[in-house]
């Protein structure tokens, strides 16, 4: 035990771990003495990521100094990009659920709509996923902009907000903003005005829209203004709902310097698909076109349906928002014969004069 006020000196062998690390992309992990995973982080630069915990102690909160306390080893795995190595984390950290690693236990970074399994199903926002029977949608990056949306719909098909269920109709009812399947009554057209939403949900909103738009010109031909606008409020909220609010399950290449040349990463379905590394000249380019067509030409994921894949593309959805300094994120369908051309043009611009393709 060190003296009271001076902090314990880092073991020998993990010191010169440290010092062995590379100064590209990937992800560390530190272990106890009997090897036991403490905690896993991504880096841009691995060797100066991790010596950073080394450091004096000001700045660092309590965790990371009883972290330092007790790891005796790193190791680390690179990837060729700060996608791949953000990714990799995640997909490590959920699978081992290292004792450090807050985040790796919640699915606390977006938000989701859960439509539970009762009778008369309730409509919540939650921020967790779980195994109860319900159906989960999303996850959607503004949970203020779902609550919105929501409850403008929620105005339109009048699902339950009483929890648990009245023996009667409660004030919800009274004020025109729930069917009440409390009752009898109410009951009949509940299961469709969930279903409605769940299609909604799904991306499946035409149809819907269509409905909406003659039933809000019909309330306004009649002079019926309220239900017209309230039908117009719902239409608002289908939108976001079904357009900029979800992530999306997008295509894209992705391009960035390497060491080596440049690294093509493949996103399919909103998840990293892979990635390979090319040299920076028209040999390169016709790598990276290959590459792209088995890519193409691989079935993708299908919809992500655990905690772990909607997470993963959340993740992904925020990193090609922002993709950071000599990043190129190409959207679109792997397939499309612009693909090629546009690659070939983010490729030019990405390397310096001599060594581009041409």
Same mark, same amino acid.
């Given at each position: 035990?060190?003296?009271?006020?001076?902090?314990?000196?880092?073991?020998?062998?993990?010191?010169?771990?440290?010092?062995?690390?590379?100064?590209?992309?990937?992800?560390?992990?530190?272990?106890?003495?009997?090897?036991?995973?403490?905690?896993?982080?991504?880096?841009?630069?691995?060797?100066?990521?991790?010596?950073?915990?080394?450091?004096?102690?000001?700045?660092?909160?309590?965790?990371?100094?009883?972290?330092?306390?007790?790891?005796?080893?790193?190791?680390?795995?690179?990837?060729?990009?700060?996608?791949?190595?953000?990714?990799?984390?995640?997909?490590?950290?959920?699978?081992?659920?290292?004792?450090?690693?807050?985040?790796?236990?919640?699915?606390?970074?977006?938000?989701?709509?859960?439509?539970?399994?009762?009778?008369?199903?309730?409509?919540?926002?939650?921020?967790?996923?779980?195994?109860?029977?319900?159906?989960?949608?999303?996850?959607?990056?503004? /949970?203020?902009?779902? $609550?919105? &949306?929501?409850?403008? #719909? +929620?105005?339109?098909?009048?699902? =339950? %907000?009483? *929890?648990? @269920?009245?023996?009667?109709?409660?004030?919800?009812?009274?004020?025109?903003?729930?069917?009440?399947?409390?009752?009898?009554?109410?009951?009949?057209?509940?299961?469709?005005?969930?279903?409605?939403?769940?299609?909604?949900?799904?991306?499946?909103?035409?149809?819907?829209?269509?409905?909406? /738009?003659?039933?809000? $010109?019909? &309330?306004?031909?009649? #002079? +019926?203004?309220?239900?017209?606008? =309230? %039908?117009? *409020?719902? @239409?608002?909220?289908?939108?976001?709902?079904?357009?900029?609010?979800?992530?999306?399950?997008?295509?894209?290449?992705?391009?960035?310097?390497?060491?080596?040349?440049?690294?093509?990463?493949?996103?399919?379905?909103?998840?990293?698909?892979?990635?390979?590394?090319?040299?920076?000249?028209? /040999?390169?380019?016709?790598?990276?076109?290959?590459?792209?067509?088995?890519?193409?030409?691989?079935?993708?994921?299908?919809?992500?349906?655990?905690?772990?894949?909607?997470?993963?593309?959340?993740?992904?959805?925020?990193?090609?928002?922002?993709?950071?300094?000599?990043?190129?994120?190409?959207?679109?369908?792997?397939?499309?014969?612009?693909?090629?051309?546009?690659?070939?043009?983010?490729?030019?611009?990405?390397?310096?004069?001599?060594?581009?393709?041409?």
């Amino acid at each position: 035990m060190s003296p009271r006020g001076k902090r314990k000196r880092p073991p020998a062998q993990l010191e010169d771990q440290i010092a062995a690390l590379p100064s590209g992309p990937g992800i560390y992990s530190f272990r106890d003495a009997d090897g036991r995973l403490l905690y896993v982080g991504k880096a841009k630069d691995l060797r100066q990521r991790v010596r950073s915990y080394m450091g004096k102690d000001g700045g660092h909160s309590r965790p990371t100094r009883k972290l330092r306390r007790i790891a005796h080893h790193v190791t680390h795995t690179e990837t060729g990009s700060e996608l791949e190595a953000l990714v990799l984390e995640a997909r490590t950290i959920s699978a081992a659920l290292p004792r450090f690693n807050i985040m790796g236990k919640t699915d606390r970074h977006f938000a989701y709509v859960r439509i539970t399994s009762d009778p008369w199903p309730m409509v919540q926002v939650v921020r967790r996923l779980v195994p109860d029977g319900s159906r989960y949608f999303g996850p959607y990056l503004s /949970e203020a902009a779902l $609550h919105d &949306a929501l409850a403008a #719909l +929620q105005r339109l098909l009048r699902w =339950r %907000l009483c *929890d648990p @269920l009245g023996p009667a109709p409660c004030l919800h009812h009274e004020l025109g903003r729930c069917m009440a399947p409390c009752i009898s009554a109410g009951q009949p057209a509940y299961p469709e005005a969930i279903a409605t939403l769940v299609r909604v949900l799904e991306g499946d909103a035409a149809t819907v829209v269509t409905a909406l /738009e003659e039933q809000m $010109h019909g &309330a306004a031909d009649r #002079l +019926q203004f309220e239900t017209a606008a =309230r %039908l117009r *409020d719902g @239409l608002s909220a289908l939108s976001r709902l079904s357009g900029w609010a979800r992530l999306a399950p997008v295509d894209a290449v992705v391009l960035s310097p390497h060491a080596a040349g440049i690294r093509v990463v493949i996103v399919r379905m909103g998840r990293l698909a892979g990635g390979e590394t090319v040299p920076a000249s028209t /040999e390169g380019w016709v790598e990276a076109h290959a590459f792209i067509g088995r890519m193409a030409a691989t079935p993708p994921p299908g919809a992500a349906q655990t905690s772990a894949a909607i997470r993963e593309m959340g993740l992904v959805a925020r990193y090609l928002g922002r993709p950071g300094k000599d990043v190129v994120v190409l959207r679109g369908r792997l397939e499309e014969n612009e693909m090629g051309r546009r690659v070939l043009e983010a490729m030019t611009r990405l390397v310096p004069t001599e060594g581009k393709p041409g």
